[in-house]
């Protein structure tokens, strides 16, 4: 019975304009939901574009931070690169003062030492021509005493004991050396007091040209023609002066 008063109620005419608007408005109402859908599904787009973009920006910021992290650390190798440079050339410059002062120093031992034994040399040779070499050799050996001398003496300007040992070293390897140029040592009094003899007189000679050189080269020193070695003093003897 209801159905059948649904159908009497469908098929009249008052009522098929009711159910044309309620089918139209059924439609709109889909297309209404469908847009909403297109909407949502839009506005989720969009939510994901922001994302991505704060995402951006955050990857450019961090960028940003390196570039300007890798700029510090540029201008840092740099300034070290110049700090070495600058301490390069200033160690250079300081070694290239050392040399001047030890060529200095070996100049002055190897005149003074050369003219304290121009007269011992003279007493041993009987023309100019044989003068030459020992000249030569003194020249050359009291050159390399005082730079050795400097360096050895360094700033203990007063140390007499180290000085004397300077000499002395010199004095003995210099005479002994010259002994064992001579006549050979045979197992004899004789030969063995005439070896004797001769040694204490090279050695003597030695020394005194040594001694000589190194008392010219020490008055340099104290007087200031000629600087020590280091040029610079280090700090413990800063203290102790």
């Keep these: ?16 304009g009711l159910l ?23 506005e989720l787009g969009a939510k994901q574009v922001r994302e991505y973009v704060n995402q951006l920006e955050t990857r450019a910021s961090e960028i940003e931070e390196c570039l300007q992290e ?5 201008s840092l190798v740099e300034e070290a690169e110049r700090s070495l440079s600058g301490g390069s050339q200033n160690e250079a410059s300081e070694k290239d003062k050392e040399r001047i002062e030890s060529i200095k120093a070996a100049g002055v031992c190897a005149i003074v ?11 041993q040779v009987t023309s100019y021509e044989q003068l030459l070499l ?5 020249f050359f050996s009291c050159a390399l005493f005082g730079v050795t001398f400097r360096y050895a003496v360094r700033r203990d300007l007063d140390d007499s004991n180290l ?3 300077a000499i002395a070293a010199f004095g003995f390897v210099k005479g002994l050396g010259r002994l064992s140029g001579g006549a050979p040592l045979e197992l004899n009094p004789g030969s063995i007091l005439s070896h004797g003899i001769d040694g204490a007189v090279y050695v003597s000679q030695s020394l005194l040209v040594f001694g000589f050189a190194a008392v010219s080269l ?24």
Excluded: W
């Excluded at 030492?113 to 007493?123: C, E």
């Excluded at 020992?134 to 003194?138: D, E, I, K, R, S």
């Design 163 to 165: 000085k004397t040992g």
């Design 70 to 74: 890798i700029s510090a650390a540029k």
């Design 1 to 16: 019975m209801v159905g059948k008063q649904v159908e009497e109620l469908l098929g009249k005419e008052e009522n098929k």
């Design 20 to 42: 044309d608007e309620l089918e139209k408005a059924s439609e709109r109402v889909e297309i209404a939901r469908r847009e909403l859908a297109e909407i949502e599904r839009q």
């Design 134 to 138: 020992p000249l030569a050799v003194t």
């Design 218 to 241: 020490d008055y340099c020193f104290k007087v200031g023609l000629i600087s020590p070695f280091p040029l610079k003093a280090s700090p413990s003897e800063n203290k102790a002066e």
């Design 113 to 123: 030492g050369t003219l304290a034994g121009l007269p011992v040399s003279l007493a």
